[in-house]
């Protein structure tokens, strides 16, 4: 079973840039297809981005396409989330998202299963 951890938070002006991590436990992370997701007060989670296994494959919201970037280290156990040019919709508590790679695809957004606690970022305008 995966332990996932976000961190790399924080408040931010519009226009700036943060990068999240989410630091995985155990040994199988590499079987793991990663994802990130976000939720914004009064509103339902929603999907942002995922990456397979092996890293060779990434998938995005329309919403962030173009400005956000999803990588991992398998390495490392993490996944990383870099967010360029941020506004203030993007504003929320984003989360560290896994699913087994022989369960679902990495595209497969609602197949997500194994989370972490959050990580707020704001963006002030």
């Known amino acids: 079973q995966v332990q996932l951890v976000e961190s790399g938070g924080g408040l931010v002006q519009a226009g700036g840039s943060l990068r999240l991590s989410c630091a995985a436990s155990?040994?199988?992370?590499?079987?793991?297809?990663m994802g990130w997701f976000r939720q914004a007060p009064g509103k339902e989670r929603e999907f942002v981005a995922s990456i397979s296994w092996s890293g060779g494959s990434t998938y995005y919201a329309d919403s962030v396409k173009g400005r956000f970037t999803i990588s991992r280290d398998n390495a490392k156990n993490t996944v990383y989330l870099q967010m360029n040019s941020l506004k203030p919709e993007d504003t929320a508590v984003y989360y560290c998202?896994?699913?087994?790679?022989?369960?679902?695809?990495?595209?497969?957004?609602?197949?997500?299963?194994?989370w972490g606690q959050g990580t707020q970022v704001t963006v002030s305008s």
């Open positions: 998202a896994a699913v087994p790679k022989w369960s679902a695809s990495y595209y497969q957004t609602d197949r997500y299963d194994k």
């Open positions: 155990g040994r199988t992370f590499s079987s793991y297809h």
